[in-house]
């Protein structure tokens, strides 16, 4: 008998897959350099120059079993060390590798962060507007996803909400910064407030609430924004980090969890991933993928095009009259719709082959979400199509 909660996903795929898919089928109509497609977050820069030559270096001269053989259960050694320097060099915080466990990309850290810290019926916070795969990501582990309501003033956190969700059910809490789909970094205050709250709700309910940190976009952050470290504020701290956005390597899968030295039995959690590994199959990471990234963890690709992209779309979008709270980072945008429901704006808008995603299903109705990880080119020229849906539209 097949289980019938996966075939009940079946008929709730993820809207930006589906809008992804779309954007496809008419390019191959029209030509997809026709199609302003804003759907999925796909890194769109090349990867840096030292991470190429280091593959072309291992693959040449490396022997071939360190390269494609099994790494151990918690990564490989060397690579954990040098991240966990990394970190330390730019945070200030005394990682070393017993707080280090690599994992494939972001989302398999998250599902290692989950386990850690929850049983089944447990509870885990989230703020909207939130990524909409963290529904099944820990859904699935019996946990329970409850999300905050957002604060569409700033997309900061919305503390009044967050405190009256905040019970003794509540054991972790997960944050995204920068934010996708806002485009927002949390600021020191709220951070501080958000920690404060954190350390007095733990004492009061008698156990610990963790901050899980989803970091994917911690590496594109806008000049003059404030993107403070998520783990200086709390120790109760787990970040779940990816090279995806910051090397363009998506399909690469490597990232890792990193325990705030300062948790208590952060040691222990780390080995703990490694068990935790046995039972959802993840089973490490490629090593070579491993190797790579530890000859260029201070590196990133030329990210400086994201930048370009938002401030031709945030001004073009005000000026169109559209309310928008203005990205400190990433590649998205999160525009309020100009009409109550955002599925029906952004069904009108496909007539002009614009591909935008309906806030919906970020928990935020009303709102759309545009990835502009594209060429700068193919944004600008996207804007004669967005100025004429408004006007033929809604004007």
Request: charged share 20%; hydrophobic share 40%; net charge negative.
């Given at each position: 008998?097949?289980?019938?909660?996966?075939?009940?996903?079946?008929?709730?795929?993820?809207?930006?897959?589906?809008?992804?898919?779309?954007?496809?089928?008419?390019?191959?109509?029209?030509?997809?350099?026709?199609?302003?497609?804003?759907?999925?977050?796909?890194?769109?820069?090349?990867?840096?120059?030292?991470?190429?030559?280091?593959?072309?270096?291992?693959?040449?001269?490396?022997?071939?079993?360190?390269?494609?053989?099994?790494?151990?259960?918690?990564?490989?050694?060397?690579?954990?060390?040098?991240?966990?320097?990394?970190?330390?060099?730019?945070?200030?915080?005394?990682?070393?590798?017993?707080?280090?466990?690599?994992?494939?990309?972001?989302?398999?850290?998250?599902?290692?962060?989950?386990?850690?810290?929850?049983?089944?019926?447990?509870?885990?916070?989230?703020?909207?507007?939130?990524?909409?795969?963290?529904?099944p990501y820990v859904n699935l582990t019996g946990a329970v996803l409850k999300v905050v309501p957002p604060d569409t003033e700033s997309f900061q956190i919305h503390f009044g909400k967050f405190e009256e969700m905040l019970t003794g059910k509540v054991m972790?809490?997960?944050?995204?910064?920068?934010?996708?789909?806002?485009?927002?970094?949390?600021?020191?205050?709220?951070?501080?407030?958000?920690?404060?709250?954190?350390?007095?709700?733990?004492?009061?309910?008698?156990?610990?609430?963790?901050?899980?940190?989803?970091?994917?976009?911690?590496?594109?952050?806008?000049?003059?924004?404030?993107?403070?470290?998520?783990?200086?504020?709390?120790?109760?701290?787990?970040?779940?980090?990816?090279?995806?956005?910051?090397?363009?390597?998506?399909?690469?899968?490597?990232?890792?969890?990193?325990?705030?030295?300062?948790?208590?039995?952060?040691?222990?959690?780390?080995?703990?991933?490694?068990?935790?590994?046995?039972?959802?199959?993840?089973?490490?990471?490629?090593?070579?993928?491993?190797?790579?990234?530890?000859?260029?963890?201070?590196?990133?690709?030329?990210?400086?095009?994201?930048?370009?992209?938002?401030?031709?779309?945030?001004?073009?979008?005000?000026?169109?009259?559209?309310?928008?709270?203005?990205?400190?980072?990433?590649?998205?945008?999160?525009?309020?719709?100009?009409?109550?429901?955002a599925r029906a704006f952004c069904r009108k808008a496909l007539d002009y082959d614009l591909v935008l995603v309906p806030g919906d299903t970020f928990g935020a109705p009303g709102y759309f979400r545009m990835a502009y990880c594209i060429a700068t080119e193919k944004v600008e020229r996207s804007l004669k199509a967005l100025r004429r849906f408004v006007e033929e539209t809604y004007r």
């Amino acid at each position: 008998m097949l289980v019938q909660k996966y075939k009940d996903m079946l008929s709730g795929k993820s809207v930006i897959r589906e809008l992804s898919e779309f954007a496809t089928a008419r390019g191959q109509e029209i030509g997809y350099e026709n199609v302003f497609d804003y759907s999925l977050g796909n890194p769109s820069v090349p990867v840096p120059q030292a991470f190429t030559d280091e593959m072309i270096h291992m693959l040449t001269d490396r022997e071939s079993n360190a390269l494609h053989g099994y790494s151990p259960s918690l990564g490989i050694t060397g690579v954990r060390e040098a991240v966990a320097a990394s970190l330390e060099k730019r945070f200030g915080l005394p990682y070393r590798k017993e707080h280090i466990f690599m994992a494939s990309g972001a989302a398999g850290a998250l599902a290692h962060a989950f386990r850690l810290v929850t049983e089944p019926g447990d509870e885990i916070l989230t703020f909207a507007p939130y990524f909409p795969e963290y529904g099944p990501y820990v859904n699935l582990t019996g946990a329970v996803l409850k999300v905050v309501p957002p604060d569409t003033e700033s997309f900061q956190i919305h503390f009044g909400k967050f405190e009256e969700m905040l019970t003794g059910k509540v054991m972790a809490v997960l944050i995204n910064t920068p934010n996708n789909p806002s485009g927002v970094a949390y600021s020191a205050a709220t951070l501080r407030k958000l920690a404060d709250l954190l350390r007095e709700k733990s004492a009061e309910y008698g156990h610990t609430i963790y901050l899980i940190s989803d970091e994917p976009y911690r590496e594109i952050v806008f000049s003059g924004v404030e993107a403070p470290c998520v783990s200086a504020f709390y120790d109760d701290t787990i970040m779940c980090y990816s090279f995806s956005k910051s090397l363009s390597i998506p399909g690469e899968r490597i990232g890792y969890v990193a325990v705030n030295p300062r948790c208590r039995d952060a040691e222990t959690m780390v080995n703990m991933c490694g068990q935790i590994s046995r039972g959802t199959g993840h089973n490490c990471p490629p090593s070579i993928i491993q190797l790579a990234v530890a000859k260029v963890l201070d590196q990133t690709a030329d990210l400086s095009v994201y930048e370009t992209n938002m401030e031709i779309l945030y001004r073009e979008l005000v000026d169109l009259g559209f309310t928008c709270v203005k990205p400190g980072g990433t590649f998205y945008i999160f525009p309020k719709a100009l009409e109550e429901d955002a599925r029906a704006f952004c069904r009108k808008a496909l007539d002009y082959d614009l591909v935008l995603v309906p806030g919906d299903t970020f928990g935020a109705p009303g709102y759309f979400r545009m990835a502009y990880c594209i060429a700068t080119e193919k944004v600008e020229r996207s804007l004669k199509a967005l100025r004429r849906f408004v006007e033929e539209t809604y004007r």
